[in-house]
């Protein structure tokens, strides 16, 4: 499929499509079972061109499995949701239980894996201010059996229909996203920009808008570890932008007549 969007925009990076699926496309990359892997690395790989299937083994991380929707798999991290919280905030050698758990790790994990663990990614205040955090996302179950990531190029929307197109975007770029997505509203909270990580910007979030009576774009990339994974695969200055497929279809419209083939957004392009 081409996209009128990508073509006025210019884009160096394919707006990628995110489907489920019951048959695992041929070919498509993806993480081996119990190996870690960031699904941000498959996002930029579809962007690239490639294809990415997951599945409820094949997450990556934990939080991957999460932000895809398959389920709640913070439950599964070493020594329960309890030791996430703390991982993701103050760390878990303030208390006995995660003193404990910490030694277990000593001889299977990595060392930097284990330093986070014991003294945690500070991305968050406390652990209860993080299990709040958690209560709030909207953890889900995918229908099917595979989430994919695939480029929109490849997609036929006459067989398939995504649940969200993701387009990586430098400021220029995201600026006119934004402005596209009021452009046909007639108000102006059309784009939100949720603390997530990267995964579930681009997964859950955008599923839950998908379900709404108005959906809204969210942009993404602003998760600090995505953004580390990913410096040696995209350009630094990139942010992602995800849609809700109805959405999208209702923006695609919107670029015929607008600021797209007007004479400001030339002038910005202009090198």
């Not at 229908?143 to 197109?165: A, G, M």
């Amino acid at each position: 499929m081409e996209s009128k969007i990508a073509r006025s925009l210019n884009l160096k990076y394919q707006p990628v499509a995110i489907l489920w699926s019951d048959d695992r496309p041929e070919k498509a990359m993806g993480f081996k079972q119990g190996k870690w892997g960031c699904v941000m690395w498959m996002l930029a790989a579809a962007a690239k061109g490639r294809t990415a299937a997951f599945d409820e083994r094949t997450y990556g991380c934990w939080g991957g499995g999460v932000g895809l929707g398959f389920g709640n798999q913070y439950l599964n991290f070493p020594g329960g949701i309890v030791c996430f919280y703390h991982f993701l905030s103050t760390g878990n050698e303030n208390w006995q239980e995660g003193r404990d758990m910490a030694e277990k790790l000593e001889s299977a994990a990595g060392k930097e894996f284990l330093e986070k663990f014991r003294h945690g990614e500070g991305y968050m205040k406390s652990p209860e201010l993080l299990k709040r955090f958690i209560d709030s996302l909207p953890i889900m179950e995918v229908p099917e059996k595979y989430v994919v990531f695939k480029p929109l190029t490849d997609l036929d929307p006459t067989r398939e229909q995504p649940q969200v197109i993701v387009f990586l975007g430098d400021p220029d770029q995201l600026s006119a996203l934004v402005v596209l997505a009021n452009y046909g509203r007639g108000d102006n909270l059309n784009v939100i920009t949720p603390f997530a990580a990267g995964c579930q910007q681009i997964g859950i979030l955008p599923y839950r808008e998908a379900r709404s009576e108005r959906p809204r774009a969210v942009i993404g990339l602003t998760d600090i570890s995505a953004r580390k994974n990913l410096k040696k695969q995209l350009d630094r200055n990139v942010l992602s932008f995800a849609v809700p497929w109805r959405m999208f279809e209702e923006m695609e419209d919107d670029v015929e007549g607008s600021f797209l083939q007007k004479e400001t957004w030339r002038d910005l392009q202009a090198p």
